[in-house]
């Protein structure tokens, strides 16, 4: 099925250290959002983006929804062990319940 | 109950089994999806539903899977004749109304290992 080109694949970092990501699409979305999924349970959402160029912040994480709307980036912050986890950009077009999802990103923090 | 709830936690079956996944959605909630998650993999769409409607279920991979919400709560999703490539997280999420905006809540999932 369609994926969204997610990147790095894998980031392996110091603590305190800040991190990016980014999602690139070939289709344009209206929503982009990005999840933090931790073994043995389901993504839970991070921060949902609903307009082009909008910036969005939840404490130590910025999100950014790509004036294109092919794009979005998720930043954290001087990282913390508990930020390890696999890290998922996902898209809506328009007019679609569905989500399609990055392949992910996994993120390890060493204390 | 508080989240999306889902059963059971992992599943075994041997090859050309049977077997039945269920979701029970957060109270209240419209909209039910269900996901595939392969090893390494991001989750991918299988069906929706609003209420007990069907909408889509253009991701469901083959005629040997179905997917059913009878009284637009809980849910269940069959997989018949099960094969080794149906092994996967199958993961249940449900939102309160379904519009565009509306925010999505996971369940842990069940984990399915096919022998």
């Known amino acids: 099925g369609q994926q969204l080109n997610q990147s790095p694949q894998s980031m392996f970092i110091q603590e305190g250290e800040d991190v990016s990501m980014n999602c690139t699409s070939s289709?344009?979305?209206?929503?982009w959002l990005w999840y933090k999924q931790e073994p043995g349970e389901g993504p839970v959402l991070l921060i949902a983006?609903?307009?082009?160029?909008e910036l969005t912040s939840n404490g130590r994480l910025t999100a950014q929804f790509g004036i294109t709307r092919k794009d979005s980036f998720l930043n954290i912050s001087a990282s913390i062990p508990s930020d390890v986890g696999i890290y998922f950009c996902?898209?809506?077009?328009?007019?679609?319940?569905?989500?399609?999802f990055g392949k992910g990103t996994k993120l390890t923090v060493n204390p | 109950g508080a989240g999306v709830s889902q059963s059971p936690r992992y599943k075994v079956a041997k090859r050309g089994q049977d077997v039945a996944l269920r979701c029970d959605p957060i109270?209240?909630?419209?909209?039910l999806f269900w996901y595939q998650q392969a090893l390494g993999q991001g989750p991918e769409f299988l069906t929706y539903?609003?209420?007990?409607?069907?909408?889509?279920k253009s991701g469901l991979p083959s005629d040997r899977f179905f997917a059913e919400r009878p009284e637009g709560s809980v849910s269940t999703l069959k997989i018949q004749r099960t094969q080794q490539e149906d092994s996967a997280v199958y993961l249940c999420?449900?939102?309160?109304?379904?519009?565009?905006?509306?925010?999505?809540?996971f369940g842990s999932g069940t984990q399915l290992s096919v022998l």
């Open positions: 983006l609903y307009k082009a160029g």
């Open positions: 109270s209240g909630h419209v909209s």
């Open positions: 999420a449900s939102s309160f109304q379904g519009f565009p905006n509306e925010k999505l809540f």
């Open positions: 539903f609003q209420n007990e409607a069907q909408l889509d």
């Open positions: 996902a898209g809506r077009e328009g007019g679609s319940e569905k989500l399609v």
């Open positions: 289709s344009i979305f209206n929503t």
